[in-house]
C-alpha cells in the first residue's frame, strides 16, 4: 500500500501561485510514476501532469504547459506540483496518484489515490 496525503491547496487571485505537496508513504516511493489530475464541479477528472520515478521527463496538459511544474524528491518522498499564472479556470480539487513503472496520462491507470485538496482561482 501506498498512502498520499495532499497539501498546499488554498484561494488565490487571478495571475498568482500555489504550491501542492503530496507527501507518499508506505512503499518504496521510487518505485513509482506520480501525477496530479484535477476535478472541477460538475466535470470529469482531467490529467494534469506526470513525472516518472527518475524525475526524467515530465508531460502536462495543454492547458498547464508553461504554467506549472511538476518535480519530485525521492529523499523525501514528497511530489510537487507548482502552479504560477494560475486562471479561474484552474479552480478544482487537485489529486496526487501513484503506479507501478511509467506515467500515464489516463486515470484509469493508477493505483493510489490521495484525498484531494481545493484550489480555488478568483478573477
Known amino acids: 500500500q501506498v498512502q498520499l496525503v495532499e497539501s498546499g491547496g488554498g484561494l488565490v487571485q487571478a495571475g498568482g501561485s500555489l504550491r501542492l505537496s503530496c507527501a507518499a508513504s508506505g512503499r518504496t516511493f521510487n518505485n513509482y510514476a506520480m501525477a496530479w489530475f484535477r476535478q472541477a464541479p460538475g466535470k470529469e477528472r482531467e490529467f494534469v501532469a506526470a513525472?516518472?520515478?527518475?524525475?526524467?521527463?515530465?508531460y502536462y496538459a495543454d492547458s498547464v504547459n508553461g504554467r506549472f511544474t511538476i518535480s519530485r524528491d525521492n529523499a523525501k518522498n514528497t511530489v510537487y506540483l507548482q502552479m504560477n499564472s494560475l486562471k479561474p479556470e484552474d479552480t478544482a480539487v487537485y489529486y496526487c496518484?501513484?503506479?507501478?513503472?511509467?506515467?500515464?496520462?489516463?486515470?484509469?491507470?493508477?493505483?493510489?489515490w490521495g484525498q484531494g485538496t481545493q484550489v480555488t482561482v478568483s478573477s
Open positions: 513525472i516518472s520515478w527518475t524525475g526524467g521527463t515530465p
Open positions: 496518484t501513484a503506479r507501478r513503472n511509467y506515467p500515464t496520462r489516463s486515470w484509469n491507470d493508477y493505483t493510489y
